[in-house]
């Protein structure tokens, strides 16, 4: 199996990076440090050193200093876990999960997972199901379909769920042999610009300016590390999505945080007129549905030639899924993590990875493809494409390679999380949080803005 500093070379390189700035990098830690089969310990530290590196280089081309990159396993792990360990006025996390939520069984004998945190995903597998909100009245329900065609009937009606496959399932499928034909992350050329020059500022991504609209975990986390390298991020939600209180916490650190009304035109024009004064342009709406409103990345290009243009998607951009909603957990279940880790672990049915490693992994490389697709900005003009996906990463993960005693590390106990928490203030409270992995030698990792509620500043940038 490859190392974690030759992962590391593979992700820098496939997207232009000079292999001689991986000699600035320290990987320190060593592997299991989580329950699992899977090499989630060095997907964390592959992912976090790749946008870390990518923030020293363009520090480098800024100001002509080179730095130092350090990062270690234990912390990394730790911070794709780092909403789990949030406290808010030293109160733990409400629960994680909708009463509905979860694994099933069907008429089939398969298993299929329910996402349902949001309520119109409860509501469209309730009416698909003809049942309560209860997970006996769903249970009973799902023992009068077929896995496959539920999950089918469930996505045509709005709702997110997953047949839990084997991995050979899985590879077998149409959508799988497409996304073998594309990189872990995509960056693309989508129009002609002049390079914008870099502005002042003594952090890496000072002066750059973020336009994040995302949710949940991937997304945002890609937002909090752009924000942490001196990024002015951005947060825009809707008045009406909805949203998980305790994620929209966590990472929300150092990002502003607007509401608009994306479905009018008069909000439409507000976000016209930040994008054409941004830098990046990321975004984790359901495929399609950003460009109905009027911002598909052409179009983002012709607003504001010179832009990075950043997509999630769950399943890729290519292949019949391509258009299918999905979260970390259904990803797993789907393209055979849940599977596999069952086998492993001798359990008769699904088991999940020990951290929503597709989500956190997909957050750094996304902000590691932003910043390497603004270093070519700077360097050769253009506006750019970045595309990532959750089964994408979960593809390179599962490439890493197995361990095979992995499920018998024990998990990481309270003392292993001190040294790597801080204390902040917030709009919602005091924080124990936890700090950046990534540590720079000359432009500290750091947010300076606090976690605040949605919606509590302007849509305008500072001044």
């Excluded at 363009?58 to 270690?72: L, T, Y």
Aim: proline content about 7%; some cysteine; charged content about 20%.
């Amino acid at each position: 199996m490859q190392g974690v500093s030759e992962i590391l070379a593979d992700i820098w390189t496939s997207v232009g990076g000079a292999p001689s700035a991986l000699d600035a990098v320290a990987l320190t830690g060593a592997e299991p440090q989580l329950p699992s089969s899977f090499r989630v310990a060095v997907a964390a530290q592959a992912s976090i050193a790749a946008s870390g590196l990518a923030a020293a280089e363009i520090w480098r081309v800024r100001s002509g200093e080179p730095q130092e990159v350090a990062v270690g396993m234990r912390h990394a792990v730790i911070e794709c876990r780092s909403e789990r360990y949030l406290r808010v006025d030293d109160k733990p996390p409400p629960p994680a999960w909708d009463k509905i939520a979860g694994v099933y069984r069907t008429r089939d004998r398969r298993f299929v997972r329910l996402h349902t945190n949001f309520p119109h995903h409860r509501d469209a597998v309730c009416a698909v199901l003809n049942c309560r909100a209860e997970r006996d009245d769903v249970q009973a329900a799902l023992m009068q379909w077929d896995g496959e065609a539920f999950e089918t009937a469930a996505y045509a009606s709005g709702g997110v769920v997953a047949l839990m496959r084997s991995y050979d399932e899985w590879s077998a499928t149409p959508h799988a042999k497409e996304l073998a034909k594309l990189p872990l992350i995509s960056i693309d050329k989508i129009g002609e610009a002049p390079p914008r020059p870099w502005p002042a500022g003594d952090r890496p991504l000072a002066g750059l300016r973020v336009l994040d609209l995302s949710r949940v975990i991937a997304g945002p986390v890609a937002g909090r590390t752009l924000a942490v390298h001196g990024a002015d991020v951005l947060l825009i939600s809707g008045p009406d999505l909805p949203a998980i209180p305790w994620l929209t916490i966590d990472t929300g650190r150092g990002k502003r945080t607007s509401l608009i009304e994306l479905k009018s035109e008069q909000g439409q024009s507000v976000l016209r007129g930040l994008l054409a004064q941004a830098d990046i342009f990321s975004q984790g709406y359901r495929p399609r549905a950003i460009a109905g409103l009027g911002f598909s990345p052409e179009e983002a290009a012709r607003i504001s030639p010179g832009i990075v243009y950043v997509t999630l998607s769950a399943y890729g951009h290519a292949g019949p899924w391509a258009e299918r909603r999905g979260f970390d957990s259904l990803v797993q279940t789907a393209t055979g993590f849940n599977h596999a880790e069952g086998q492993a672990a001798g359990v008769d049915g699904p088991k999940e990875l020990p951290a929503q490693m597709l989500d956190h992994a997909t957050g750094y490389l996304m902000a590691f493809g932003a910043m390497m697709a603004k270093l070519r900005q700077a360097r050769e003009g253009g506006s750019w494409h970045v595309r990532v996906s959750l089964a994408q990463t979960g593809r390179w993960l599962w490439n890493l390679g197995r361990m095979v005693d992995g499920l018998s590390t024990e998990d990481l106990k309270a003392d292993a999380l001190m040294p790597v928490i801080e204390e902040v203030p917030s709009g919602f409270g005091r924080l124990r949080a936890v700090r950046h992995a990534a540590v720079l030698s000359k432009t500290p990792a750091f947010w300076a803005r606090p976690a605040m509620p949605l919606g509590t500043h302007p849509p305008q940038w500072p001044g």
